[in-house]
Antibody, heavy 119, light 108 residues
C-alpha cells in the first residue's frame, strides 16, 4: 500500500538548518508532486510548496523562497525538505503529502516530523 | 493571493447533530478546486472532500461538500463520536495551496 515514512524528530538551535526526509513506497515516486506542509503547535496548516520528483522542479510559497530547499533522490524514492536559518517560530510538525491527481487534494500524508528549535 | 476564512472557529455539538462548516474565499476562483480535511490530535490530516463536492475514497456519505465561487460548505449530516476533530478547507491546483485556519468541532 502507499506509504510516506518521514524521518524522526529533530532538535535544533536557532540559526541551524534541518533536513527532513520522506520515503515513498507503494507507488511510482516520480508520478506525483510531493508537497510539504507545516503545523506549528496548536496552530493550523501552512502549505510550503512542492517538488516535482520527475524533473526536480520546485515551487515554493513566497514566504519560504530563499529559505527552504526541496530536493529528491529518485533512486531511493525519497523527498527532502531543508529549512535554513531556523528560528524558534519554525518549531512545527512538518508533513510531506501528495495528490494522486491534479483535480484532487492531498490524499496521502506522511506521519509528520516534529522539528523543535530551541537554544 | 486568495485568503480562505473558515467559520465558526469552534462548533459545539452533540453526537447525532448536524454540523455545517463554512469556508469563504477572499475572491472568486473559477475552478472548484476546494478540498476539506479532517485532523485529529496527533494525526496527519485526512482528505475528506475534493473538487468542492466529491468524497475521497472511503469517506462516509454523512460527509458532503457544496459551494462554488467564494462560498463553500462542509456538512456532516449526523455527527458520530469519531467526527469530533478540526476541519480545514484548502484551495489547490494553483499556487499557493492555501489553507483556511480551521474549524474545531467539539462535543457539547
Amino acid at each position: 500500500q502507499v506509504q510516506l515514512v518521514q524521518s524522526g524528530a529533530e532538535v535544533k538551535k536557532p540559526g541551524a538548518s534541518v533536513k527532513v526526509s520522506c520515503k515513498a513506497s507503494g507507488y511510482t515516486f516520480t508520478d506525483y508532486y510531493m508537497h510539504w506542509v507545516r503545523q506549528a503547535p496548536g496552530q493550523g496548516l501552512e502549505w510550503m510548496g512542492w517538488i516535482n520528483p520527475n524533473s526536480g522542479g520546485t515551487n515554493y510559497v513566497q514566504k519560504f523562497q530563499g529559505w527552504v530547499t526541496m530536493t529528491r533522490d529518485t533512486s531511493i524514492s525519497t523527498a527532502y525538505m531543508e529549512l535554513n536559518r531556523l528560528r524558534s517560530d519554525d518549531t512545527a510538525v512538518y508533513y510531506c503529502a501528495f495528490a494522486v491527481a491534479g483535480n484532487q487534494g492531498l490524499s496521502y500524508w506522511g506521519q509528520g516530523t516534529l522539528v523543535t528549535v530551541s537554544s | 493571493e486568495i485568503v480562505l476564512t473558515q467559520s465558526p472557529g469552534t462548533l459545539s455539538l452533540s453526537p447525532g447533530d448536524r454540523a455545517t462548516l463554512s469556508c469563504r474565499a477572499s475572491q472568486s476562483f473559477r475552478t472548484s478546486l476546494l478540498a476539506w480535511y479532517q485532523q485529529k490530535p496527533g494525526q496527519a490530516p485526512r482528505l475528506l472532500i475534493f473538487g468542492a463536492s466529491s468524497r475521497a475514497t472511503g469517506i462516509p456519505d454523512r460527509f458532503s461538500g457544496s459551494g462554488s465561487g467564494t462560498d463553500f460548505t462542509l456538512t456532516i449530516s449526523r455527527l458520530e463520536p469519531e467526527d469530533f476533530a478540526v476541519y480545514y478547507c484548502q484551495l489547490y491546483g494553483n499556487s499557493p495551496w492555501t489553507f483556511g485556519q480551521g474549524t474545531k468541532v467539539e462535543i457539547k
